[in-house]
């Protein structure tokens, strides 16, 4: 998609600056011409030697320059099919609110033709200011989309205000490129993570999900224009700001936070793993390590199959974990449980699936369809889904 697409990718002055080079580095690589302006406090971070390395491109730090080209801040984006701000510092969202044109980068986003991403990246409290919080109001108001910020590790400490990862700001983009808000004020309920189904004060029944796929479908989702509610089971991930987050830990929460919202769903992916098992009565103490072989188990509640029966004009994503006999599981799953389309992966592969950041799936829907997917990011995987397996607006 991003062969002979021009991107200005616009950097900012904050510490993500760094990870902006993965973002380059991305977009070179799918094809894009990646012209990188930079601001001034930006290239006290990392220096625009770096960027155009990786870009082949010189990169513009200063307005003023003496040249007989066209005055570049106009022209620039003539051609341009995209302007991504990443990170974009508070700083820079408060100069796009006052309509400033102080530096080139603020100049080119002020006269642009084209769509701006802006990938939010800052210290929590700055983020949360109020300040900041109007100013973002303002700029989307005025058309400009947003990426994250996530909640997660930052340079001081854990919170708020994370740049979105890489992969989920190219999608982001990419969505926005293709002219797709395919999901505007679609609600979408998505899970993730691995249940965790208690047996005592210390231990529990779970399983080896990361929770990355149900992640990477919630940005990619919130990308397309949906309204999305991220139900999730416990992970070490990143939270994306820009979806409403619901934290669960066992399947029966899951089931009920699901259940709850699902009158009202347009789509329902479920991408959490729920344990199967849990333990028949969940002990108040800690178990005697002798008395744990006598631990009574009994299946969860098949959320999926729920979902299904009660389906009335909801779209319902299942996927189907399986280490043998794949498609044919899917397809039992798929015509039981009144499942409209089922993403099945195979997990005894080390190199996909569980943990990884990438997958391959198979997908089947209720029409018959089997499609095989290469192997892919799990954003890449998010975007085929929503592009290419949801119905129509
Ligand atoms: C060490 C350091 C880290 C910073 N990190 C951020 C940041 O992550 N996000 C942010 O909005 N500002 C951050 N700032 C403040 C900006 O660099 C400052 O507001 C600057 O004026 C932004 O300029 P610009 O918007 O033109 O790039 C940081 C400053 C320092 C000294």
New binding site residues.
């Given amino acids: 998609m991003w062969r002979d697409k021009n991107v200005i990718l616009g950097i ?5 600056a760094y990870k902006s080079v993965g973002v380059a580095r991305r977009l070179v690589e799918a094809g894009a011409t990646v012209q990188v302006v930079m ?4 290239t ?2 990392i220096t625009p030697l770096t960027f155009a390395a990786v870009t082949g491109r010189r990169v513009r730090t200063t307005l003023f320059t003496a040249s007989d080209e066209p005055i570049f801040h106009i022209s620039a984006t003539d051609n341009t099919d995209i302007i991504i701000v990443a ?1 974009a ?4 969202i408060a ?1 796009m609110v006052a309509g400033l044109a102080d ?1 080139a ?1 603020a100049a080119i986003v002020l006269a642009a033709a084209c769509p701006v991403l802006l990938a ?4 929590t409290r ?1 983020w949360q200011n109020q300040a900041t919080q109007d100013n973002i109001l303002v700029v989307k108001e005025r058309g400009i989309r947003t990426v994250g910020p996530a909640v997660g590790a930052l ?1 001081e400490g854990f919170g708020e ?1 994370r740049m979105a990862e890489e992969a989920d700001i190219v999608d982001a983009a990419e969505a926005m490129v293709k002219g797709k808000q395919t999901l505007k004020n679609k609600r979408v309920i998505i899970t993730a993570g691995g249940t965790q189904e208690k047996i005592d004060i210390v231990r529990y029944l779970g399983n080896r999900s990361s929770g990355k796929m149900g992640y990477a479908l919630a940005t990619a989702a919130a990308a397309r224009g949906a309204k999305v509610t991220l139900i999730s089971a416990p992970t070490g991930l990143s939270r994306p700001a820009d979806v409403e987050f619901v934290p669960v830990v066992s399947a029966e929460e899951m089931r009920a936070a699901v259940v709850k919202r699902y009158p009202k769903a347009d789509i329902v992916v479920m991408a959490a793993a729920v344990a199967d098992l849990r333990a028949a009565d969940a002990a108040i103490g800690k178990i005697k390590k002798a008395q744990l072989g006598m631990l009574k188990l009994e299946p969860t509640p098949d959320i999926l199959a729920e979902l299904g029966a009660k389906k009335k004009s909801q779209w319902l994503i299942g996927f189907s974990a399986e280490s043998s006999d794949l498609i044919r599981n899917a397809q039992g799953k798929l015509e039981q449980k009144k499942i409209d389309v089922i993403v099945a992966n195979d997990i005894s592969r080390n190199d996909i699936g569980l943990g990884s950041d990438f997958n391959q799936a198979t997908i089947l829907t209720a029409d018959g369809k089997v499609n095989d997917t290469p192997r892919m990011s799990k954003q890449a995987l998010a975007a085929l889904i929503f592009d290419e397996y949801t119905p129509k607006a």
């Avoid at 510092?89 to 820079?92: M, P, Q």
């Fill in positions: 900012t002055g904050g510490i993500a601001t001034a406090a930006a006290e971070f990170p510092s508070a700083d820079f100069r530096d980068l939010p990246a800052m210290n700055m340079a205000g």
